[in-house]
């Protein structure tokens, strides 16, 4: 027992493993036990016991063993992972269970098999329990059997795969074991019960004793269809539904069942192919052709036995094919025709679809041996005929079939219709569509007539076939004109047939039949569906008369096919036969005279033939009267007519008798039932007056009034013939003119097209011109319904008319045809019926095709030709080929049947000699254009072929036959190619270059299919295994395929498919069938109609790609547009488009319009930067090439699926240029819209129009640049910021379109560029510019050159990359170039340098050639003499650059400029000082806008300026007065100079880059920190501030959110602005220049900094906050305190305004105004009150009390009335003389208030209102801020404490002591040491000492480190700063003038949150500026600048002074 011990206390799976048997069984009972406890089947304890399950069942001991076994059961039923052990626990249990003698053992294993069958594993298990079927022990073998039994019996035969199971039964049933053999016999009768007898056939072979008892046993089987009694755990649901059927006593399931599962086993899918053609007798083909028939009959013997296989393996079988159908043909011994004709009958059997490729071949010669009357030799041939139809379809061998059909053999005609007859029953309504049925259906109809009865019967048959198949509404428009008593045999015989497909094709039928007529509504649903598409399409002709009598003409007899006749009945009527047309036969003179007398009054018939014209003229207007009162029934038309034909009749020679003569032919065609045969009575003499000057018009309204009543079709016909039997060409050219039209009034429908177009040859041939242009004309109007294949018939024209043609084509391209306007009015009330549209496009589109005259060439094609192809010597060969070009090309059409050439021309495309091969592929391409659509019948023997060249390893011979490929594909449709096993053979092959090439065809062509064949699964596998070919394009190919391939199959089929994987590779492609799940496009449904057909072979997909461009112009022009008949059809507004095989507004359609109202860009959250971080980590391709490849579109592609809607990205990428046009328009349309979206997209948006840079089409070009001008417009308002990986992989392609030829183009991409400053930094513009000049194109060179120029003008030399030496050297090199242009805008770029940068220029360029230098010096003189270099323009004029954009932008807004000056105006307009306004130039104007925009870029417009060397007035010495000539216009340029290095500076600070920022910070602090430079800031503080609030939003708003960023930085950053303003507010005159908007946007920008939480999760943050505080205190004592009171006033109303704001906010507003109300006794005096009042009034209406007592906080209201009180108690009563800038005054409450206050305060004494005001005031104060005041005090303490901020504690405690002098600071100085309190005192005193004596405190933060921060260039700049600024700081009169100005100018409330008032203070702004400009400039003055300088200094300002005099007065 002691070992026991040991082991008991193990855990469970060491126990498992132990290897005593009873510490096993104890843990395989522990185990069971933990495996029922776990009640959760996807608990992560079920993974632990993974490995144990193969021993639970494995284990030696077999007590030990049934305890795994019921554990491993279990867990099997529980586990969610128990899947992974399928494999390893089954093929344990097979060969360590199964043979246990205990039965219990083996119950388990079974249960456990079908536990893994029921957990999905069915395939794992089943292929072990296969394996166990070869096992020696028989014990195993049977209960393998007994298991796969079992699981077919539960799970039913879709679960458990047959085919496998069956292939091993006869093995087993020869087993010699009995119990073996009983348990084959077992299975065999359990597989009997699901497929029946699909059986038979694979068990024929076995022991015929067996195979008795197994049919005993079969025939006891019941025979309802058997069910499944267990589920997959996927199926469970169903099986409850089951029971609760079962228990409901319904068996509803088990009749839904019996249609799924009995169709499913195929007898022939069970069965293995035979290869038969290696055991053909070796001299087999020389006995065929034996002289002796017995040796024949031996050979033919031989084969019949081979063909006996029921599967015949692939193979190429088309020499025996050959010989059998000579035998057929040509034999003379009857009895071998029958055994031949047998053997073929094997043949198709065994092949079934394979053999498809040789029925075109057979069918026509066995129907030709129909002449047989032998009944052996017959019935032989039927069931030839009949097994080869089921290996191909109707449409292929129609052709052969027609064709035999004319036969004079009676027997002929009467098998073949037969053999139609026996085919119909095959059909659906689909595969039997009307294209199909119309030829056939005609040429029955002769045989109906036939003198033979047996070939009537058999037509009759036939006929009663196809009504039972497609329905009658479909045949009745054939049989129009069948007399009722054929028409009752063939709905007798309609009724006998018993179709294939069961009763569903009749009933579909009929259901069909009876649906459209109730509503006329379109009908819908799949029967409605399928049979509208077959229907005939309303030809407007027949139903035109439905309301009235009767409809339309009947075919024309002569041509029951011609497309004029075949449409010509109304059977939407439902009258059948009886809607014939009207039919009148032709009456005699005399009785026309009988009925004309009757209706008409006898004067006017005596008169007809007057002699006097004007009793002919009143006889007219009499007749005329007589007809408009006739009512339809009783006008007696013919008569009529009759009587105007009289002589004179059509000769009539006065004019106006004629004119009356026409308009009454007009009003009989209008107003009776006019017949054909009245029609010819009077067109003659139409077409003879047509061409007539003055009775042309009326001619030709007659003749549209009888197209109306007799059909456009036949009216056009007879009208032509008769014009072109004439010789007048005026009459000519009229006819085709009216044709023209009439075509576009009555639509193409029903026209004969083969009639036209011999007149138009004959028109075109004609000598007057003016025929031959009307040709062309109808030409043109024939090209919108016809397209491009009309060409055909006119390119043997002279090329002087073809050109003409193609030129009217070229016209009529893109546009729609019109909507028929006549010709359905009359019938558009029997409602045309949707589907029956959607056919008409077919109708034309198969007319045309048909009309082509298709040469016969098949006897061209002669043995010898054949032999030659096939020749040793290549020579011969080639020779042979290119005689077969030479037929192709001479017939231009031909007709299917091409003999032995498709034999031949296959052998060619494996030639070893390449430059055949491609020669073969050009023929083929040739054929496919000349056969047409017929070519379909040779994809399987040649199409195919084709693609195995696809595996060639020459890139050219594979391009050539892709190219052949889709133009056989262009003709054929796809489903010819996806059918059948060819396609997935070639697939199969191991050859990369065929996999990658095949596969990337699929993957272009299924997104376009509606429907593939069930085949394509069988392609399936070997997707799979390309997926993980080793080829690495082989591998994306066949990813990019998969989404196509599930579109088609769905997820479920492909998911199944990976079964057979290994569990590696399933993974692996379970993974990529996810990813594709989710980027499975669509089924196209919109072009349904359209596409589907040519698919289905019934129309020619010939019309597919000429209308696909046309098709979406259609959509778009056509649909919008509302149609007035709408209401009665939907059909109608569709004719347009059906008229040429255009897409038809089905309602799928019109769904998928509602699916494009979504938005088009979805916007991914991080999509971008993933994106980026891709092509960073070079997990996708980097965005560089020079021309775009296949793999970077398909990236694009694939990353835009995601964030493009679908139909959009199909737009975007299409291969035809109109739906690039159409994408553009669309992304125009939702700009605005959706900025989020194109703002997330935006990498992928431009790189797309990259792509469209490389296309050849220039309309999709300037599409593409107009977009992009709108798209950098949007970007700048929405202040964007390219990224570097945006720009680097657009802006490189952009540039290249600069060199465009066109004028046009090139403004626009310099427009282009010229936006994309804005967005991106010109500093980094630049360099891609730089390399643009290095292009081979001359264009391109010279358009960068001007570019750089521009940037440099605009931007200075800052621009200049990496160097402006290095650049410029660059730019020189041009100088030289051969281009005249390229050295002008070189020259040119280098004098903008020059004129920026003065003599400088000429260092930088480095040494240039003597030629070059002198040209370069020559135009820098010539530049110097432009006058645009003197005065500069004045405000209101544009700077050039922007005036560049303005021009270039339809829709930018304003320009910067533009702006300002209107602003300026306004200003000018109400402020009394008009002189002032001008006296700012442009260039000292910050431009905001443009800040605004443009985060990164250094921005600053440069003047241009003339240099001068002025270096002479700066010395001092060289001042007396003789110096006059400083008056010159161009002494202000030193002003400029530093005024425009600020503002290049100043543009800086609102750099995106921190680090351009901190070094033009730090230049600024240099200048602020030198009293005497500080001055040469002076009218540049809005500026300044400006760019520093903006620069604090960017911090905010973008710097902050970055985490790639160092939040040192930005501390820095913060430091060095915080330090700069502390530096600015210190300098009182400096600081009061500060406008209102501008100190609102600053205090604002300050608030929401000191509120900022993630500044105070910084470890320096505090340390900012506090130096933020004192700022703030700064900037209120400091400013102008109107501006800022104001400022603060409207601030702390937007703060309650806006919902966003927090209360925090609005909080510190309200302390800064308390800080303001304090300070107030002090500044009253300075303080503009009426503008201040005006802001309080403004305040009080936008918040009345009420609004203000319901705020959360009082603190608003309690403020507003402190500040109100104080200045009551400073100012008096005067203060009610202050409101004088208030309109209105009773808009708010201010006045009533300040008057109560008045009163009240009268009423007390001044001393106790006075200490009133003071508690009231410090009262709030006091309470809100005890408790800070401490913190506050502790703050200040602890910097003076700390080394680094020691002075600026001081300062601060200085300043603290000041405002609150009772503040007590004893409580923190008492606790620190003798020596601090001391140095504490010792430092204020210090402060105030330095204070008194107007000394600085240096800002003590962040300044400190200023110089290291700027390079040497940037010290270099600040030597030059500090020279010109030592002589600007006595600017007497500017700093009041320019801060008058740029408060305007700079719109005043520029901040982004607070756009709502910004209209209200700009115009308070400017109203207010006079009454308060004075003010400004003397308190400004009143601080006196102090003037330290020499008496050079004082002449200067002297200058200055009288220099602005003479300038403002010559302004």
């Given amino acids: 027992m002691g070992d026991d011990s040991e082991w008991m206390k193990l855990p469970v799976d ?97 249960e456990i098999c079908l536990m893994y069958i029921e957990i999905e594993k069915g395939e794992a298990v089943q292929e072990e329990l296969l394996k166990g079927l070869d096992n020696k022990n028989p014990k195993i073998v049977v209960a393998c059997i007994e298991t796969l039994r079992k699981a077919l019996s539960e799970f039913g035969s879709k679960i458990i795969l047959l085919k496998p199971i069956i292939k091993v039964l006869p093995k087993l049933f020869e087993s010699r074991e009995k119990a073996v053999r009983d348990e084959a016999k077992l299975i065999a009768v359990e597989i009997y019960r699901w497929i029946r007898d699909a059986l038979r056939p694979p068990l024929q072979n076995i022991n015929s004793v067996q195979l008795k008892e197994l049919e005993e046993e079969w025939v006891k089987l019941p025979t309802g269809a058997p069910k499944p009694s267990r589920f997959l755990r996927s199926q469970q649901e169903l099986e409850a539904k089951l029971e609760q059927q079962q228990s409901a006593g319904g068996d509803a399931e088990g009749g839904g069942d019996d249609g799924d599962e009995v169709p499913q086993i195929d007898a022939y899918e069970l069965l293995e192919a035979v290869e038969i053609l290696s055991k053909l007798p ?86 030709e041996k129909f002449k047989e009357k032998k009944p052996q030799v017959v019935q032989a041939l039927q069931e030839a005929i009949d097994a080869i139809f089921l290996t191909t379809t109707l449409q292929n061998i129609s052709e052969d079939v027609l064709a035999v059909m004319d036969n004079k053999n009676p027997t002929i005609k009467q098998q073949t219709s037969l053999f139609i007859a026996r085919s119909f029953r095959h059909c659906t309504a689909s595969t039997l569509p009307k294209s199909l049925l119309k030829p056939f259906c005609a040429a029955l109809l002769k045989h109906i007539n036939d003198s033979a009865p047996e070939v009537r019967d058999a037509a009759f048959e036939a006929l009663g076939t196809a009504l039972k198949v497609v329905g009658e509404k479909a045949v009745n428009p054939f049989l129009a004109d069948v007399d009722k008593l054929k028409l009752d045999k063939i709905k007798e015989c309609s009724e006998k047939v018993e179709l ?37 399409a309303p030809k407007p002709g027949p139903l035109k008369k439905a309301p009235t009598t009767k409809a339309g003409g009947p075919p024309k007899k002569g041509k029951p096919a011609a497309p004029g006749g075949t449409g010509s009945t109304g059977t939407k009527n439902k009258k059948g036969p009886e809607t014939k047309e009207i039919v009148e036969p032709e009456l005699s003179i005399e009785v026309c005279e009988e009925k004309a007398s009757a ?92 061409g007539d000057v003055k009775c042309g018009n009326n001619a030709k309204e007659a003749m549209t009034a009888i197209a109306e009543a007799c059909m456009l079709p036949w009216t056009a016909e007879q009208v032509m013939s008769m014009a072109f039997s004439q010789k007048n060409p005026k009459n000519q050219s009229e006819t085709l003119n009216w044709l023209s039209n009439a075509i576009k009034e009555f639509g193409f429908s029903g026209l004969n097209v083969k009639a036209f177009i011999s007149n138009v040859k004959t028109a075109l041939a004609a000598t007057n011109p003016a025929v031959r242009t009307s040709a062309i004309t109808l030409l043109g109007v024939m090209y919108l319904y016809v397209g491009p294949s009309l060409r055909m018939f006119f390119e043997d024209e002279k090329p002087a008319l073809l050109s003409q043609i193609d030129a009217e084509f070229e016209k009529m391209q893109g546009q729609s045809p019109p909507a028929p306007t006549r010709g359905i009015s009359k019938h558009s009330i029997s409602g045309t019926d949707e589907g029956e549209d959607g056919d008409e496009p077919d109708e034309v589109g198969t007319d045309v095709v048909d009309l082509l005259p298709r040469t016969e060439i098949s006897d061209k094609i002669t043995s010898e030709l054949v032999s030659k192809i096939s020749d040793k010597n290549w020579k011969i060969r080639k020779e042979g080929l290119d005689e077969v070009a030479g037929i192709i090309n001479e017939a231009k059409f031909i007709q299917p049947n091409i003999g032995e050439l498709p034999t031949a021309l296959k052998g060619r495309l494996n030639d070893s000699n390449k430059i055949l091969v491609q020669q073969t592929l050009n023929i083929l391409q040739q054929l496919a254009v000349a056969m047409g659509p017929n070519i379909k019948q040779h994809v399987k023997n040649l199409g195919i072929p084709i693609i195995t060249v696809l595996g060639d390893s020459k890139n050219n011979v594979r391009a050539a036959a892709l190219a052949t490929v889709n133009a056989w594909a262009e003709q054929t449709g796809m489903k010819e190619w996806l059918e059948g096993e060819d396609l997935s053979e070639e697939l199969k092959k191991e050859n990369p270059f065929l996999r990658q090439e095949l596969l990337g065809w699929l993957a272009e062509k299924l997104p376009t ?171 996708v391709l980097k965005w560089n090439f020079t021309t775009p490849r296949d793999e970077y579109i398909e990236q694009l592609k694939t990353q835009m699926s995601s964030c493009v809607a679908k139909w959009l990205q199909d737009e975007m990428f299409h291969s035809d240029f109109q739906h690039h046009n159409k994408a553009l328009a669309v992304m125009v349309d939702h700009l605005e819209s959706e900025k989020e979206g194109v703002i997330g997209c935006l990498d992928l948006i431009l790189k797309w129009l990259t792509l469209r840079f490389f296309d050849t089409n220039t309309s999709v070009l300037m599409k593409a640049l107009e977009y992009l001008k709108l798209l950098f417009t949007l970007l700048s308002e929405e202040e964007y910021h390219l990224t570097e990986n945006e720009a680097s992989s657009f802006i490189p392609y952009l540039i290249l379109k600069v060199g465009e030829p066109k004028d046009v183009i090139r403004k626009d991409v310099r427009a282009i560029l010229n936006r994309m400053c804005l967005v991106y930094p010109a500093s980094k513009m630049f360099p891609f510019i730089m390399e643009g000049t290095k292009s081979k194109n001359s264009k391109q060179r010279a358009e960068c050159l001007e570019e750089l120029g521009c940037l440099v003008e605009s931007y200075g030399m800052n621009v200049c990359q990496p160097t402006p030496g290095k650049a410029l050297k660059e730019i020189a090199i041009h100088i030289g170039d051969r281009d005249n242009a390229v050295r002008n805008a070189a020259l040119n770029t280098i004098v903008t340098v020059y004129n920026v940068h003065g003599d400088q220029v000429f260092k930088l360029i480095g040494t240039l050639s003597e030629k070059d230098m002198s040209m370069l010096e020559e135009r820098i003189k010539r530049s110097a003499k432009r006058p645009s270099a003197a005065p500069i323009k004045q405000v209101e004029e544009k700077p050039p650059r922007t005036q560049s954009i303005n021009s270039n932008a339809n829709m930018l807004r304003k320009g910067p400029a533009e702006d300002m000056s209107s602003k300026l105006n306004q200003a000018r307009s109400m402020s009394g000082h008009p002189e002032a306004a001008q006296m700012v130039r442009r260039e000292f104007q910050l431009d905001l806008d443009e800040i605004e925009n443009d985060n990164g870029t250094v921005r600053c417009e440069m003047p241009e300026l003339v240099q001068h060397k002025l270096d002479d007035i700066f010395e001092p010495v060289l001042i007396p007065e003789p110096k006059i000539r400083a008056v010159s216009p161009h002494f202000d340029d030193m002003h400029s100079n530093t005024a425009s290095t600020i503002n290049f500076i100043i543009s800086q600070v609102a750099s995106g880059d921190i680090n351009t920022s901190i070094q033009a910070l730090t230049q600024i602090d240099e200048v602020l920190r030198q009293e005497d430079k500080a001055e040469a800031m002076s009218g540049h503080i809005d500026q300044f501030l400006i760019a520093t609030f903006m620069q604090l939003r960017l911090i905010y708003n973008t710097h902050m959110a970055d985490e790639k960023l160092e939040k040192d930085e930005i501390i820095k950053l913060y430091s060095c602005i915080i330090g700069n303003m502390i530096s600015l507010f210190q300098i009182e005159s400096l600081a009061r220049e500060a406008s209102t908007g501008v100190l609102k946007d600053l205090m ?17 943050g505090q340390q900012v906050i506090r130096s933020v505080n004192l700022l703030v205190v700064k900037v209120l004592e400091k400013s102008d305190q109107t501006n800022i009171l104001s400022a603060l006033l409207v601030l702390l109303q937007d703060s309650l305004l806006a919902t966003a704001s927090s209360p925090k906010f609005s909080e510190l507003v309200m302390k ?9 006794p002090d500044t009253i005096n300075s303080i503009n009150l009426d503008r201040i009042l005006l802001d309080i009034h403004i305040f009080m209406k936008v918040f009345p009390k009420e609004k203000l007592k319901q705020c959360k906080s009082e603190f608003p209201i309690r403020t507003l009335k402190t500040l109100l009180h104080t200045l009551c108690k400073l100012k008096g009563p005067k203060i009610l003389d202050h409101l004088t800038m208030i309109d209105n005054k009773n808009e708010s409450e201010l006045e009533a208030h300040l008057c109560r206050m008045m009163k009240h305060s009268m009423d007390q004494t001044g001393s106790k209102s006075d200490k009133e005001t003071e508690k009231g005031a410090s009262r709030i104060d006091e309470k809100s801020s005890k408790a800070k005041v401490n913190d506050f005090l502790a703050e200040i303490f602890k910097k003076i404490g700390s080394k680094e901020n020691t002075k600026e504690g001081l300062a601060e405690l200085y300043e603290y002591k000041k405002k609150y002098s009772d503040a007590d600071i004893e409580p923190f100085l008492k606790n620190s040491s003798q020596f601090f309190q001391s140095y504490v005192e010792r430092g204020l005193r210090v402060i105030e000492m330095e204070r008194e004596g107007k000394g600085r405190i240096p800002a003590s933060t962040g300044n400190t480190n200023g110089e290291e921060v700027g390079p040497s260039v940037y010290l270099e700049r600040l030597k030059i700063l500090r020279q010109r600024c030592g002589l600007d700081n006595t600017k007497d009169e500017r700093p009041p003038l320019t801060s008058l100005l740029s408060k305007p100018a700079v719109p005043p409330v520029a901040s982004s949150t607070d756009m709502l008032h910004s209209k209200l203070s700009q115009l308070r702004e400017s109203r207010e500026q006079h009454q308060h400009s004075d003010l400004d400039s003397n308190q400004t003055h009143s601080s006196g600048s102090v003037t330290t300088s020499s008496s050079s200094t004082a002449n200067i300002d002297d200058l200055k002074k009288r220099l602005e005099r003479i300038k403002s007065s010559r302004k």
């Fill in 500 to 536: 294939v497909h069961g009763k569903k094709a009749g009933l579909a039928a009929d259901k069909k039949e009876s649906k459209p007529v109730p509503g006329r509504t379109a009908t819908s649903g799949a029967a409605g569906d399928k049979d509208t598409k077959d229907i005939s």
């Fill in 282 to 367: 070796k001299d087999f083909y020389d006995k065929i052709e034996a002289k002796k028939w017995q040796e024949r009959k031996e050979a033919l013997e031989a084969v019949e036995v081979l063909v006996k296989n029921p599967k015949l393996e692939a193979g190429d079988y088309a020499d025996l094919v050959k010989a059998l159908k000579k035998v057929v043909g040509k034999d003379t011994n009857v009895m071998l025709v029958a055994l031949a004709a047998k053997c073929l009958t094997g043949l198709a059997v065994g092949l079934r679809k394979k053999f498809g490729q040789y029925a075109g071949h057979v069918v026509p010669t066995i129907l």
């Fill in 14 to 110: 060491q126990k498992c493993e132990h290897k005593l048997w009873k510490a096993r069984l104890s843990g395989y009972e522990e185990a069971l036990k933990i495996f029922q406890k776990i009640k959760d089947e996807k608990s992560p304890e079920w993974s632990k016991f993974l490995g144990l399950i193969k021993k639970l069942v494995t284990d030696s001991n077999a007590v030990v063993q049934l305890k795994g076994l019921e554990a491993a059961l279990v867990y099997v039923e529980n586990a969610h992972v128990a899947g992974k052990t399928t494999g390893e626990v089954v093929s344990g249990v097979v060969s360590k269970v199964f043979n246990q003698p205990k039965a219990k053992a083996k119950e388990l294993g079974i």
């Fill in 1009 to 1179: 299919l509606r429907s593939t064949p069930t085949d394509l699964i069988l392609c399936v596998p070997h997707l799979y295994s390309c997926l993980e070919d080793r080829n690495g394009d082989v591998r994306k190919k066949a990813q990019d395929a998969l989404p196509f391939f599930m579109m088609h199959l769905g997820y479920e089929k492909m998911a199944k498919a990976t079964g057979k994987l290994k569990p590696t590779s399933k993974d692996q492609v379970l993974a990529m069938l996810e990813k594709a799940k989710a980027n499975m496009p669509a089924k196209p449904a919109a072009s349904a109609k359209a596409s589907s057909k040519p698919m289905g072979g019934s129309a020619p997909a010939k019309f597919q790609p000429s209308s696909a461009p046309v098709e979406d112009s259609v959509s778009s022009t056509v649909e919008p547009k509302p149609d007035p008949k709408k209401a009665k059809a939907l059909g109608v507004s569709s004719k347009a488009k059906s008229a040429q095989g255009k897409k038809v507004p089905s309602k799928t359609s019109l769904k998928e319009d509602e699916d494009k109202s979504g938005p088009i860009f979805i916007v991914v959250p991080n999509g971008k930067e993933q994106r980026m971080k891709d092509e960073k980590g070079l997990k």
């Fill in 1644 to 1660: 604002h920008g300050l608030i929401t900094l000191m509120l900022d939480s993630r500044i105070e999760d910084l470890e320096e």
């Fill in 1712 to 1720: 800064c105004l308390w800080r303001m109300v304090r300070l107030l």
């Fill in 599 to 690: 209706v008409l009054p006898a004067t006017c018939i005596q008169l007809l033939d007057s002699s006097n014209w004007k009793e002919r003229l009143a006889c007219m207007e009499e007749f005329q009267k007589a007809v408009e009162l006739m009512d339809r029934t009783e006008m007696p038309c013919q008569a009529l007519v009759r009587m105007l034909a009289k002589k004179p009749g059509w000769k009539e020679t006065n004019f106006q008798v004629m004119q009356m003569k026409l308009h009454i032919v007009a009003l009989i065609a209008q107003k009776g039932n006019f017949s054909k045969t009245s029609a010819q009575i009077v067109l003659d003499g139409l077409v003879d007056k047509i």
